[in-house]
């Protein structure tokens, strides 16, 4: 690694301008220099990008005419780069003025393949919002400590699963290895899958919590439980399995699955959100042939079925250590947590 290298950094977005413009200027004001900006507009109608001209004329834009969702995006902004870094960052996000600094030092240890920042909330600095990404063997991702007060717990560099897409680093490479985002899942789990194809083949994750990102969340689609978010979560939950699960593991973690399934309809049933789910699991017939076409063509470069089994369920130890963690600091019971660890961890 090269002395000071180059980062691309790629922001997607939609009608977010509001946000967007204290991001780019937050990114203004890093101390670390060497970066360029692309922001992917998917077809806003906000003026962003006559904005972005006008404001911020350094910065490169993509520009579509409608919304191709959250993977295209990236990609697209992925592709037009060339430099060594990668750097995915939500819009609705602002960088603590050393957070790039950060980020790259930490690639200068050539032992893992990307990087998680810490991401706080916006508006509660002391709350966390996630400290590298875990995963749930049901078809789901988790942010490592979320909704968790900021006591030092995720104060040092550790190894975790994967990263929050909203706030990542990578090399490169990376992408040569493992591939870009999936674009049929549009938006939501399409970093799921990434984490997930990347632990398949082996490769390391490193959160740095020296780099602190603030983070709204579901800023555009207005709250993180809608008919959108329910229709694409279940359907990409269901993508992510099919993608990645060799009828073997599919098999040995089937009580995970369904436990964390059962779980998921019975939420959306809780939040009136039926038909949504409904809609989302229709929509996974038609992607099924693909998908697991994918699969086949990327086992070729896979780790062990022993070896993928043993990350997922460490993972999985992990995520259920935090979500207990936090239910205990609120006076929750995690009774039925317990019983789920002991029978099936």
């Known amino acids: 690694m090269v002395a000071d290298p180059f980062v691309d950094i790629v922001i997607p977005s939609w009608n977010g301008w509001g946000l967007l413009e204290p991001c780019l200027r937050s990114i203004v004001g890093q101390s670390y220099r060497s970066y360029t900006v692309t922001v992917v507009d998917n077809g806003s109608t906000d003026g962003t990008v006559s904005l ?35 750097f995915l960052l939500n819009n609705d996000t602002e960088l603590a003025p050393d957070c790039l600094e950060q980020l790259v030092h930490a690639t200068f240890d050539n032992n893992h393949q990307f ?27 988790y942010r490592l400590g979320t909704m968790e007060h900021d006591s030092g717990l995720f104060d040092r560099q550790r190894e975790v699963f994967g990263a929050c897409a909203g706030a990542a680093l990578y090399r490169r490479e990376f992408f040569t290895l493992v591939g870009v985002f999936d ?57 992510v399995l099919l993608k990645n699960y060799s009828p073997g593991l599919f098999f040995r973690f089937l009580p995970a699955i369904a436990v964390y399934q059962c779980s998921w309809l019975l ?23 693909v998908l697991r076409k994918k699969y086949r063509a990327s086992k070729k470069t896979e780790l062990s079925p022993a070896a993928t089994a043993a990350r997922l369920c460490r993972a999985e130890q992990e995520v259920v250590a935090s979500i207990m963690r936090r239910r205990r600091a609120v006076g929750k019971s995690n009774l039925l947590l317990r019983m789920y660890r002991e029978i099936f961890l």
């Open 267 to 289: 939420f959306c049933v809780k939040r009136k959100q039926l038909s949504a789910y409904l809609r989302g699991v229709a929509g996974v017939f038609p992607h099924v042939g």
């Open 52 to 86: 972005l001209g006008e404001l911020f004329p350094e910065v490169r834009v993509v520009s579509f005419s409608e919304n191709k969702g959250f993977s295209v995006a990236v990609n697209a902004g992925i592709q037009a780069g060339e430099h060594p870094l990668v």
């Open 115 to 141: 990087f998680a920042a810490k991401m706080l909330s916006f508006h509660e600095r002391t709350l966390l919002d996630g400290a590298g990404d875990s995963y749930l063997r049901g078809g789901a991702g």
């Open 183 to 239: 674009e049929e899942f549009f938006a939501y789990l399409e970093d799921v899958d990434l984490n997930l194809r990347a632990n398949r083949q082996g490769l390391s994750c490193l959160f740095v919590p020296q780099a602190r990102v603030y983070h709204v969340g579901s800023a555009t689609t207005g709250s993180k439980i809608n008919g959108v978010t329910v229709r694409l979560s279940t359907r990409n939950s269901f993508f």
